[in-house]
């Protein structure tokens, strides 16, 4: 079987990128502060998904980091 990708497209600017980077994190602090524990989100996160504790734990311990790592 052959995959074919289609650039139709194009490509966000890095603006767009940078704002968007910043949102997520933006969101998730104030997810935080709803109320519900770290502990609570994920498990919240795996009923939706069936994704695991430990890979739901690591994208929420990166995600106030991604403005630090991609963003200038």
């Known amino acids: 079987m052959t995959v074919k990708v289609k650039k139709s497209d194009p490509p966000e600017t890095k603006e767009i990128l940078a704002e968007a980077i910043t949102r997520?994190?933006?969101g998730f602090d104030a997810l935080q502060?709803?109320?519900?524990?770290?502990?609570?989100i994920i498990i919240l996160i795996q009923a939706e998904t069936r994704l695991?504790?430990?890979?739901?734990r690591t994208v929420l311990d990166a995600l106030p980091r991604l403005r630090g790592w991609y963003c200038r």
């Open 52 to 56: 695991s504790q430990r890979d739901i």
């Open 33 to 40: 502060k709803s109320g519900l524990n770290k502990k609570a």
């Open 24 to 26: 997520i994190g933006e």
